[in-house]
């Protein structure tokens, strides 16, 4: 049993290590923080120049996506997809001949709003898109 066990004679080598462990030199520790400070800062410039990425793809696609919308439910209406799936058949719609033209409020409301959102354009692109 004695030869697993060993008996201490002295000083053991984990003593002797952390005996012998001192402070690197301060040339050394400037260095290594020079060189840790260096890559943070070249990290931090390509994190910011993808947040501004993606900032103007937001905002590219907050635009868009109105038009797509529109677009999309323009489409559905006119292939009768939304409310007709497929397999069912589309209702006969008759006109009536002896109608006159469609009265222009539509178009007046259409205008309208056009024209409020000229005049507020402004306004809403100066809270929309910021320039940083």
């Known amino acids: 049993m004695g ?5 201490r004679r002295g000083v053991s080598w984990r003593d002797q290590t952390l005996e012998s462990i001192s402070a690197p030199p301060l040339p050394l520790i400037v260095l290594f923080g020079l060189v840790i ?5 070249n990290t931090y410039s390509e994190y910011k120049a993808t947040i501004e990425r993606s900032k103007a793809s937001l905002k590219l696609l907050s635009i ?13 209406l006119n292939s ?4 007709y799936p497929v397999g069912f058949s589309r209702p006969v719609i008759y006109h009536l001949s ?10 007046a409301l259409l205008l309208v709003l056009l024209l409020v959102m000229v005049h507020y354009q402004d306004s809403f ?3 929309w898109f910021r320039i940083l």
């Open 3 to 7: 030869w697993f066990i060993g008996e």
């Open 37 to 41: 400070f260096l890559i943070s800062m």
């Open 64 to 76: 868009l996506l109105p038009f797509l919308v529109i677009f999309l439910v323009y489409i559905l």
């Open 80 to 83: 009768n997809r939304w409310f």
């Open 98 to 107: 002896n109608q006159e033209g469609s009265s222009p409020w539509g178009l």
């Open 125 to 127: 692109q100066s809270t």
